[in-house]
């Protein structure tokens, strides 16, 4: 007996010695080559980037694991119990791996076998974080026994490095749970639109149910195994006493009902998003845009923005009109029974959605064409009438933008069979015809005192074309660049009643070259004018002949120093506007006029903030030492320091101001009176009506807008800037400043306002009839007797003749 006890105990030993060898082999054959878990211990999940209006107001999210984040310490009791109970009931107290968990599944399996049931797992949480796909720690194509092994070394060696508290915060933050969420943070707002705080018993429960399979519990389509799944997490709750007998018998009776997350609130601005997405993409990178769980703070200013988006489609939509109808977007045969099927077989153009009100605009088929009126229907089967008056504008399109002859019946415009847009129109069911534009445009609104941007339009419509023509189209700006030559020319000591000979010019190119002879866009020539008239009136002549005189190095000079261009040549054309900028660009150098010559750097952003809250970026770099841990008690303001640079003299820049504003009231802007606010600004028209530009601005906000056609050509004999743009301009400004009292603009320390002559810049006489107060700089005021006229070097004339318009 004694020598049997002995034998056995001797096996027993040789067989622990053998499986600790067996083990040890184990750890240090499928251990070696395992990857390094120590990224665990910085481990931060990717989490969604939040960008954000001026006003708060949710513009976009970008993420490609859609999540909140949230830390060990903020996540509720009831939802951590949830899982623990359900998933790892021992997880507080073994080591990563839970024997007892392994043997008491084997046992459940073999019965499960037996009664042909799916087997159970005895994964611990540690394990399953192991085997999370995105910390790729395990290579999900090994074998099945073979990974449970690593699974095992690496749980364990995870329990060695980490705290209970981080392992369970990363499995929790980085579980898929089904409807695109990551996280129960997320899966709360997604199920049952509330935060995780709020969650009950119940619905806590559910989310735990979700780990393992989240597909197969899902609330819709599986219901009945949904609930029985929540019910065993309660019972497992009561288990392990997180909950009482009484509030797992209210969860049980709770029934079983979700709450989707209805669609959080966004403020649409596309081509303004886009733009911040790549900034960010450029400066952070994209894995830090995607899943860097940024909140970006930017400028965009959503009522602005409103009205620029309004005000360009109104516009574009105007100038198409005035250009004729293009015909109908498809045909279809009619009469036929199925007419309703064919024309849901028509695409819907992009860019049809809405109209700048939000009325909806759709396609419909013409049934009849009567005397009066047209016949349409609509895809549900409903019907219509366009009566004469609300097509009356589709003349016929005809070549280099002109129109033929206006409809003097709907048979001129429509015909049986004809797909169109229409949009509502005065009455109840009838409809007026509507066009797509296949003009383009956009529009900018610029804080001239900081550089932010507070409406961006880059085109008609986004999903039509995602291109931005606010910051991507390089266009030559043509008159609208013209102000910088005009500053030039005062900083280097001609004043705005400094007179100009608008006479012919002519320039020799060089060899084969042949002569350039800019003219006026009148095609006349006006004799001694004013810088100021020059200006007003977009004289070009006038322009070449003062960018000779001061050198095309100096305005090329200019140029740069306002960022319109990086490197301009001196090339005296280009004092027309013939070097290409953007709108954007140009539309800032502008505000560095009105802000008194200050340099600013458009931006989209004004703060971004990483995960933590920290700030990593913000565009205000100004310190301010006294403004911090500062009570107001009624003492002074702390002062801000102001680091923007001096890039114009802060008179130049507002005696040209003072000239732009004269653009409006009397020169080629005139249409912009009508907002009887003081504005200023300046049209631009490039050769052959290419491109057509209105840059202007109010003493606090600029407003650049631009109208062409992406593949450049002509927008018609009869159009410029002033037709194009300016109306544009005009009507956001109306909005834009609509209740607000008319500010004047600033005038800076050392200007002398003198009243002259209009229109020659002479001392004004009590019998002149058009008087202005025009800026100096002291000691440069006009000479009542002798006047110099810039030619080929300045000309004396007699001011007397002048002013009586005899010169």
Known sequence: MLRLLATLLTLAFVGVITAGGVVLWGFAHYGRYLPSYAHLVAWEPPTTTHLYAGDGRLLVEYAREPRVFVPITAIPPVVKQAFIAMEDKNFYSHPGVDVVAIVRSQITNLKNIAEYKRPIGGSTITQQVARLPGLSLLNAQEGTLTRKIKEWILALRIERALAKDRIIEIYLNEMYLGFGSYGPAQAALNYFNKSMDDLTIAEAAYLAALARAPSNYHPIRYADRAKERRDLVIAAMLEENYISAAQAKEA???????????????????????EVRRELAQRYGTEALYGGGLTVRTTLDPRLQDIAVATLRDGLEDYDRRHGWRGPIARIEIPELNWMERLSRVKTPAGLGADAT?????????????????????VTGAKGQIPMRAMAWARPRREDQRVGPAPRRPSDVLAVG????????????????????????????LDPHTGRV???????SFQQSQFNRVTQAWRQPGSAFKPFVYVAALEDGFTPASLVLDAPFVVDQGPGLGKWKPANYSQTFYGPSTLRLGIEKSRNLMTVRLAQHI???RVADYAQRVGIVDKMEPYL????????TTLIRLTAAYGMVVNGGKKITPTTIDRVQDRRGKTIFQHDARSCAACKGVSWAGQAEPQVPDM????????????????????????TGVTINAVKKPLAGKTGTTNDEMDTWWVGFSPDLVVGVWVGFDNPKSLGASEQGASAAAPIF???MAEALKGKPGIPFRVPNGVRLVRVNAETGQPAKPTDRSVILEAFRPGTEPNPTTALVLDKGFVPVDAQLLAKGLY
Not at 256 to 270: K, M, S, W, Y
Not at 454 to 460: I, K, Q
Not at 573 to 580: F, I, K, P, T, V
């Open 252 to 274: 049980w009776a709770t029934p079983f009902t979700i709450n989707p997350r209805t669609e959080t609130e966004i403020f649409t601005a596309d081509y303004f998003a886009e």
């Open 358 to 378: 939000g009325q909806v605009r759709k396609l419909a088929v013409v049934l009849a064409v009567r005397e009066t009126d047209a016949e349409i229907g609509f």
């Open 418 to 445: 004809d797909v169109v847009a229409v949009q509502p129109f005065e009455a109840e069911g009838t409809w007026a015809l509507h066009q797509i534009p296949d003009i383009e445009g956009a529009l900018v609104a």
């Open 454 to 460: 507070l409406a961006m339009v880059g085109g008609y």
């Open 551 to 553: 050198g095309m190095d």
């Open 573 to 580: 054309s280009n004092s027309l506007g013939a070097s290409e």
């Open 644 to 667: 923007r640079r001096q890039v114009l003299d802060p008179i130049a820049a507002y005696q040209m101001t003072s000239m732009l504003e004269g653009v409006v009231q009397r020169g």
């Open 730 to 732: 005009r009507d956001f």
